[in-house]
């Protein structure tokens, strides 16, 4: 096996060249300069023919997955109380939980398990909200930090509408938390940055935003919330805030709803013309998390009208109200979801394809970390290697439907190798 960032792999190549274009290469070449990807080829060109080859047999080998929406401390309740809507959810499961965090020992136990998950896991990139509590949120980043994964990792704002157990006791203690954990995360981890997560416009007063877009401007990091996922919450975020003119106007207004703050929004089921109109210009991500929305009844979000209109998207598995950390299982779950909504709610948008979810884990969500989620020349080298052998089929199947099948059938056992930059994660 290659040690160092040179190198080039054979197998069976399965990439997005863009949303539309899914670029398959049997027993092809990929070559690594660098840490970056230098080009795929179906014949070794000479001039690499000196570089270390790893033969990877009949294996799949495709770009990491990005997860742009998951919750950390959550992971602890995957699979308990599935019952409820967001805002009881919220108060009954998530709260209570996300407060023992406060619990340094817990915390280390808890994001031990959620670090080793996610390394194993077909994910490169992610997106992580912690808990308001900064000592936890640093053991966070530094446990995602020695899984050699690219991530950003979120201290969470709130200051209202939760219990006191699980509350920030002002906008200036939230504000002065959050300074003083970005002067210490800021520069001290290689691949662990930080992102501004003001948990949600319910969670935050006019006074914390006012405060966190301050820190936005002054340390100009991206930023992470939840965005018109359930209609009580919506209804809610009116009464709140009556000058905004919809639910992302709340955050434009501090400045907190992309450019110049690079900002991923989870969810977007109710998204309004004016709200979209309003992402497309500032380029807005949209984390979509069907599985979360189906366990929460939040709705389905019309991802088929936000692909078409060539706007910023991922997916996101969200645990815990997504139960599992696994992008292909949320492929599959964007097809599936987007069907019933074809068939139910609006025949007009058609159901998203199989080459479109894969889309979205890779290149789609990847774009928010930079040049990833591909084997285009330049893209950073974050690669996984799946063995579907032990999924059998009675006739040959081309890459694409091997791919499908993968991406239906498989689980982290199917995972023989994870790279990011060109660097072996396992
Ligand atoms: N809004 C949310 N939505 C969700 O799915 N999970 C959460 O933890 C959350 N907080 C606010």
Request: proline fraction near 5%; hydrophobic fraction near 35%; charged fraction near 25%.
């Amino acid at each position: 096996m290659a040690d160092n960032n040179n190198f080039v792999f054979k197998g069976n190549i399965c990439y997005s060249e863009d949303i539309h274009l899914l670029r398959t290469v049997e027993q092809g070449y990929l070559v690594c300069l660098e840490g970056k990807t230098e080009g795929v080829y179906k014949e070794l060109p000479e001039q690499f023919l000196n570089l270390p080859l790893t033969d990877w047999g009949d294996m799949l080998i495709t770009p990491g997955l990005t997860d742009l929406h998951i919750h950390a401390p959550q992971f602890s309740f995957r699979g308990l109380n599935m019952d409820l809507e967001l805002l009881d959810w919220l108060n009954t499961n998530t709260f209570p939980e996300e407060a023992k965090y406060i619990d340094l020992d817990y915390a280390k136990k808890a994001y031990q398990i959620f670090a080793d998950t996610m390394k194993r896991s077909a994910t490169t990139r992610a997106c992580i909200f912690a808990t308001i509590h900064r000592p936890a949120t640093q053991v966070l980043m530094d446990l995602m930090e020695e899984t050699g994964l690219r991530t950003m990792v979120g201290k969470v704002n709130m200051d209202r509408n939760s219990p006191d157990f699980y509350c920030e006791k002002s906008p200036k203690e939230s504000e002065r938390e959050t300074i003083e954990w970005l002067e210490q995360v800021m520069s001290k981890y290689k691949h662990v940055s930080p992102i501004l997560t003001p948990r949600f416009i319910p969670s935050c007063t006019d006074e914390l935003m006012e405060r966190l877009s301050r820190i936005q401007k002054k340390y100009k990091i991206p930023v992470q919330s939840h965005l018109s996922e359930n209609k009580s919450e919506i209804t809610w975020v009116k009464e709140l805030c009556p000058a905004s003119k919809f639910y992302g106007d709340a955050y434009d207004q501090f400045g907190m709803f992309g450019k110049p703050a690079k900002t991923v929004m989870a969810h977007c089921v109710y998204s309004t013309d004016e709200e979209i109109d309003l992402m497309k210009k500032q380029g807005v991500y949209i984390a979509h998390c069907p599985e979360s929305n189906t366990n929460l009844s939040s709705g389905i979000a019309p991802v088929r009208a936000y692909l078409d209109q060539k706007m910023n998207i991922g997916l996101g598995t969200d645990v815990a109200a997504g139960t599992g950390e696994s992008i292909f299982r949320a492929m599959a779950e964007a097809v599936s979801v987007s069907k019933l909504r074809w068939r139910l709610v609006d025949e007009s948008l058609k159901p998203v394809t199989m080459e479109e979810a894969f889309y979205m884990g890779t290149l789609g969500g990847g774009s928010f970390f930079g040049k990833i989620g591909s084997f285009i020349k330049g893209y950073e080298f974050d690669a996984l290697i799946l063995d579907d052998s032990s999924l059998p089929h009675p006739q040959p199947l081309s890459l694409k439907e091997r791919l499908e099948r993968f991406i239906y059938l498989s689980d982290d056992r199917h995972i023989k190798g994870k790279f990011t930059e060109g660097s072996r994660i396992f």
